[in-house]
């Protein structure tokens, strides 16, 4: 569960360029709950979520965990409840280490990674297993280094990647904006299947109006640092495409 | 024939700050000019001590235990105080010259009349087989623990440190700590060059590591070189071509001092040597 407490964030404070991307900004996100976020660009969609991951810092309020105070948490000590997705394939993966190694690490998110060797075959044949389900034949692939693989399919082992140990989170920041429709479908498709199966509270932002339309069960629009529209399970069942673009004109 | 073998020698007493300069590559992604400072002063450590009738092996400790805490105060001054990694590095090595110079009393000592780490095996009537011997099973030891470690869980997140600080961030990795200890391990290894350097050489000169950095650069980015060449992925086998590398530097240079080269041009020839491997890549590339 992510709770925020009237999160105030504003960047350049007191020059001539101020921007206030997050204003007084009061949101509960439920365990198991698949919230996509929308709004155009500098509406505060990612800022919210580098908020709740950590990589930004509030300018004033409060982020909760599992009603737990991380405020004042850096990133890399929230990541033992939250796994992300980034917008660019590059960032979550590391080009020059092998597949296996990239997975080595995602599997150790939660713990130290201590000098003894863990990548093994036992490892292996995990990692190999999970690939197996993406379909994408990479399975065979997992001592060539990640930097050989394409957008779609680093984005895709990302998603696996965030899976490899506990999580309670995953914040998938516009995924599948540098993909192809394909690679962009099977993106969507393994991360709805993963929120279902481990019951994750997840946060997608998303420019797709239609991947909006058929993903979450709970859609929030934002313009200028605020809440615009929150719509829950069954307002949004009901929500046609239609209106939704209305929302934009 | 024996002027390549020193050759050789000094480039394998050198490959282990050629090692240290792999490993802040892969984290920087820069070379760390510490270098320059903590090479001297395991040099010049080395010197009081063998002059202060302690024996070789026991000045080892000292000597790493002294280049990784400079090299732990660069990366202290890089990431807490946000300064830039160059800059940060100038700053320690600028510092360390100073207390180098402390240290050692005076610009030069020789170590003639002390028993230095390579007086230690005799099996060969030859001495520089011996020497080669001891600076190969350093060397050999070296190369061994820093393959395993960078092998481990822990080394895995060294190494992914300079790749995607993003990635890493999001993994639970705290890159500030990784960055302190990756330069404290490449300066404890470089110091361990100077230490190796001046028992080979007999003398400790204040100024034997100006510039240095440079020399490890090259010898990285030979055997970066031949990596790619090869598309080597094992990390094992990225050092040992790192040590090749080490090697074959101080084999060019010699070659170039054989054939005439005034020895007071040694560290112009060094830098040009460098530049030439960093361009050649660079302008083929144009061509195609």
Redesign the interface.
């Known amino acids: 569960m992510i709770t925020l407490q009237n999160i105030k964030k504003v960047f350049n404070k007191g020059e001539v360029n101020e921007v206030c991307a997050l204003n007084d900004v009061s949101l509960t996100i439920q365990q198991g709950e698949y919230l996509v976020l929308v709004g155009s660009n500098g509406s505060g969609k990612t800022t919210l979520l580098n908020i709740i991951s950590g990589a930004e810092s509030v300018s004033s309020g409060n982020v909760l965990l599992n009603n737990a105070d991380v405020t004042k948490l850096p990133e890399y000590k929230r990541s033992q409840w939250i796994a992300r997705v980034f917008q660019n394939p590059l960032s979550g993966t590391a080009p020059d280490l092998s597949i296996l190694d990239n997975f080595r690490l995602a599997a150790l998110r939660t713990t130290r990674k201590k000098p003894v060797i863990g990548v093994n075959a036992p490892f292996k044949k995990l990692v190999q297993e999970r690939i197996s389900t993406l379909g994408m034949g990479l399975e065979n692939k997992v001592e060539q280094p990640m930097g050989t693989l394409s957008g779609g399919q680093r984005q895709a082992l990302t998603l696996l990647m965030s899976i490899m140990d506990h999580t309670d989170i995953l914040l998938l920041d516009e995924p599948t904006a540098a993909l192809d429709p394909r690679s962009a479908k099977i993106v969507l498709e393994t991360a709805d299947a993963l929120i279902k199966e481990y019951k994750l509270t997840a946060v997608l932002i998303t420019h797709n109006l239609k991947d909006a339309h058929q993903y979450g069960n709970r859609i929030i629009q934002m313009a200028e640092g605020k809440v615009l529209k929150d719509l829950n399970a069954q307002a949004k069942s009901k929500l046609q495409l239609q209106d939704m673009f209305a929302w934009f004109s | 024939m024996e002027f390549y073998l020193t050759a050789i020698m000094l480039g394998l007493c050198l490959s282990a700050m050629a090692l240290g300069i792999f490993i802040t590559m892969k984290i920087f992604g820069i070379p760390d000019i510490t270098t320059d400072g903590s090479y001297t002063l395991g040099a010049v450590l080395t010197a009081v001590l063998l002059t202060a009738h302690w024996p070789a092996w026991a000045i080892i400790p000292v000597v790493m235990l002294a280049g990784a805490f400079a090299g732990s105060l660069t990366g202290l001054i890089h990431t807490k105080l946000k300064i830039d990694a160059l800059l940060a590095g100038i700053l320690v090595m600028t510092g360390l010259y100073s207390i180098n110079l402390t240290i050692l009393g005076r610009s030069n000592v020789p170590l003639l009349n002390v028993q230095t780490v390579f007086n230690y095996l005799h099996p060969f009537a030859n001495d520089i087989y011996n020497e080669a011997l001891t600076g190969l099973i350093f060397i050999a030891v070296l190369s061994a623990t820093l393959g ?2 960078l ?7 060294m ?2 440190v300079g ?2 600080a ?10 500030d700590v990784m960055k302190i200890t990756g330069l404290a391990m490449a300066n404890a290894l470089t110091a361990l060059s100077g230490y190796l350097v001046a028992q080979y050489q007999n003398f400790t000169d204040i100024n034997m590591g100006i510039g240095i950095v440079i020399t490890g650069l090259g010898s990285v980015l030979i055997g970066d070189a031949l990596i790619k060449w090869w598309s080597i ?1 094992s990390i094992v086998a990225q050092l040992l071509t790192v040590l090749a590398g080490s090697i074959v530097f101080q084999l060019v240079l010699a070659f170039t001092l054989s054939v005439g080269v005034d020895p007071n041009l040694l560290k112009l020839v060094t830098s040009v040597m460098v530049l030439l491997i960093v361009s050649i890549p660079r302008l083929r590339m144009k061509k195609v």
Not at chain 2, 166 to 175: C, K, P, Q, V
């Open positions: 395993y470690l092998k481990t869980d822990f080394g895995i997140a190494r992914a790749n995607s993003s990635m890493t961030r999001a993994l639970g990795i705290n890159n992925q």
